[in-house]
C-alpha cells in the first residue's frame, strides 16, 4: 500500500531568485577614473567644433581665413561683438523675418505632434476593438520608410491642393501624428492603473474626459520629450522648406543661413560663423535645459504595455 504525500503549497508556487544588484561601492577607482576619463574626451570631441565656431565669430575675417581657431582674443577690445548685428542685418540675412517664420512652424508643429499623438496613444492603449494589435504593429511599420520614399508623392499631393510656397506643407504632418511619438504615448498610457479610469468613468466621465482631464494630465514626461524633439526636428529642419518654400519672405532660418553662405559666405566667413550660432543658440541652450527628459525618452520606449 503506498502512501502519497500531500502537496502544501508553499511546494508547489515557484522559488524566485532576489536579483542581485551591483553596489555604486563595488567599482575599483581605476575604473570609475577610465569611465570619467572617457566621458570628458567625448565631450571634448563633440565641444571642439562648437568652440571653433564661437571663438571665430568673435574673430576679424583675415584671423578667420588664417585658420586661426584655437587662440583666443587677447584683450576684450579684440572681441568682435559688432560680427553679430552685422551677420543679422536686413542686407545680408535678415534674420527677424526668418526667425518669426521658424517660430510660427515650430510652434504648430509641436501643438499638431503633441494633440495627435496622444490622441492615437489614447485610442490604442485604452479602446478595445478587432485588429488593434495588427493596426498598431502597421502604424509602427511604417517608421522603416525612409522619408525619400514619400517625398515625391507628398509633394505632388501638396503640388496639386495649391499649398506650394506656403507653411501648411510643413505643419499638416505634424496634425496626423508620429508613428515613435504615438508608440511613446500608448507604452505611457497602458501603465495607468486601469482603477483610476474605471473610477473616473463611475464619475460619469465621458471617454473625451478621461482624455483631456486624466490622461493628459498624467502625461506631462511624455508631453515633454514629444515636445523637445519636435522643436528640434522644425528649427534644424532644412529639406522640408527647402522644396516648398519659394519666396524670400517665408524662408526659415535654415534657408536664410543657408543664402547668406551662398551669397557672402566666402568673403565674410566671420559673419557666417556669427549667423550660425545664433540659429543653433536655442538648440544648445534646449539641450542643457532639458537632458533629464533625453534620459527618461530612452526609458520611455522601454516600457511593456
Not at 508553499?10 to 577607482?29: D, F, H, L, N, Q
Not at 565656431?53 to 584671423?63: A, D, F, M, Y
Not at 543661413?257 to 541652450?285: D, I, T
Request: aromatic letters at 14%.
Amino acid at each position: 500500500m503506498t502512501q502519497t504525500l500531500p502537496i502544501t503549497e508553499t511546494a508547489a508556487e515557484p522559488v524566485t531568485a532576489p536579483r542581485k544588484y551591483r553596489p555604486a561601492g563595488a567599482i575599483s577607482p581605476g575604473q570609475r577614473f577610465a569611465v570619467y576619463a572617457t566621458l570628458v574626451l567625448g565631450s571634448m570631441a563633440f565641444l571642439l567644433p562648437f568652440y571653433f565656431i564661437v571663438n571665430g565669430s568673435l574673430k576679424t575675417n583675415p584671423e578667420v581665413e588664417a585658420g586661426n581657431f584655437t587662440s583666443l582674443p587677447k584683450n576684450l577690445s579684440d572681441v568682435q561683438w559688432s560680427n553679430y548685428p552685422d551677420a543679422l542685418a536686413a542686407d545680408r540675412m535678415n534674420f527677424w523675418p526668418a526667425l518669426a517664420n521658424t517660430v510660427v512652424i515650430t510652434t504648430l508643429c509641436m501643438a499638431g505632434q503633441i494633440i495627435s499623438c496622444s490622441l492615437v496613444g489614447f485610442g490604442f492603449a485604452r479602446f478595445r476593438f478587432r485588429g488593434r494589435s495588427i493596426l498598431f504593429m502597421v502604424m509602427l511599420s511604417t517608421m522603416m520608410l525612409p522619408a525619400q520614399v514619400t517625398m515625391i508623392p507628398v509633394f505632388i499631393l501638396f503640388r496639386s491642393l495649391g499649398m506650394i510656397d506656403s507653411f501648411w506643407p510643413l505643419v499638416i504632418p505634424a496634425w496626423l501624428a508620429s508613428p515613435f511619438f504615438v508608440f511613446m504615448f500608448r507604452q505611457f498610457f497602458a501603465q495607468i492603473p486601469e482603477e483610476l479610469v474605471e473610477a473616473a468613468r463611475m464619475d460619469g466621465a465621458s471617454h473625451w474626459r478621461v482624455y483631456w482631464q486624466l490622461m493628459l494630465p498624467l502625461s506631462g514626461p511624455v508631453i515633454a520629450i514629444v515636445a523637445i524633439y519636435t522643436f528640434l526636428g522644425a528649427w534644424n529642419d532644412f529639406m522640408g522648406p527647402l522644396i516648398y518654400l519659394n519666396s524670400t519672405e517665408n524662408r526659415t532660418l535654415t534657408l536664410a543661413l543657408n543664402g547668406f553662405k551662398g551669397q557672402f559666405g566666402a568673403m565674410e566667413a566671420h559673419h557666417l560663423m556669427a549667423a550660425s550660432v545664433v540659429c543653433m543658440l536655442p538648440c544648445v541652450v534646449l539641450f542643457f535645459a532639458a537632458q533629464k527628459y533625453f534620459v527618461e525618452s530612452v526609458t520611455m520606449t522601454g516600457l511593456k504595455g
